[in-house]
């Protein structure tokens, strides 16, 4: 079964550091998110991509964080200076898209951003 | 004002036995979905089950059906015969179609099934 595979599952990183979470969606899907979750918090809305080019961003994606498809399948989620705050756990999720309802977004098993 | 509630941060239900897990929502669009997910404790989003505005039916997916009641705005999940493995965090989740690329999460109900 087609599933989206994130990379690395656990990265520890020095706050001022950049660092870039690596995502491969489903290979026939065409929307793109990330989601993040701090430890114990709900899972929050960062950026939808669409098309190359970033369809919707919530208040939390600010200018330290950037997405992008350097190629057909890798989609990356940049954060430049890493803050204390942004320890979480990082989703990317891919669907069919087209804006229906009921397409139903599939998850990656996250990676876990610490910073120090 | 909150798009997704979930009332419940902890449930407790013994093995064997049914459990509903409660979820209002708060939409003006006529058209959404609502999506439940699962996070065990080793941090994946599990997909459930998917409910329709416009369905006329509750969806069922095996054990789990979502009690639907469109003029409350509530989607509740219930699970039918929990089993241990099924401890874990719950979300419950929408889409509207004026967002229709993005999910909007509730705080999520920590299940716990005791032997």
């Known amino acids: 079964e087609p599933e989206v595979t994130q990379t690395p599952s656990h990265q520890v990183t020095q706050m001022g550091q950049e660092v870039i979470l690596r995502c491969v969606p489903i290979?026939?899907?065409?929307?793109f998110y990330w989601y993040r979750q701090i430890l114990g918090q709900k899972v929050e809305f960062l950026v939808s991509f669409y098309n190359n080019e970033i369809s919707e961003k919530s208040e939390i994606f600010d200018d330290q964080f950037s997405v992008e498809r350097p190629d057909g399948s890798n989609f990356t989620l940049k954060i430049r200076s890493t803050k204390l705050e942004d320890s979480a756990m990082y989703f990317c999720?891919?669907?069919?898209?087209?804006?229906?309802?009921?397409?139903?977004?599939?998850f990656g098993q996250g990676t876990r951003l610490t910073v120090v | 004002a909150q798009k997704i509630t979930q009332t419940q941060p902890g449930m407790f239900v013994q093995e064997k036995e049914a459990v509903t897990l409660d979820c209002t929502y708060d939409?003006?669009?006529?058209?959404?979905?609502l999506f439940w997910y699962k996070q065990p404790s080793s941090g994946e989003m599990i997909f459930l089950i998917y409910?329709?505005?416009?369905?006329?039916q509750n969806a069922t997916e095996g054990r789990y059906s979502l009690n639907f009641q469109k003029a409350r705005k509530s989607a509740n999940l219930v699970i039918s015969a929990s089993q241990l493995g099924d401890s874990a965090m719950y979300f419950c989740a929408m889409r509207e179609v004026g967002s229709a690329r993005q999910l909007t999460f509730g705080s999520g109900t920590q299940l716990t099934v005791l032997p």
């Open positions: 409910q329709g505005s416009y369905d006329q």
């Open positions: 939409t003006s669009d006529p058209s959404y979905g």
């Open positions: 290979s026939n899907h065409l929307y």
């Open positions: 999720a891919s669907s069919e898209g087209q804006g229906k309802v009921n397409t139903e977004a599939f």
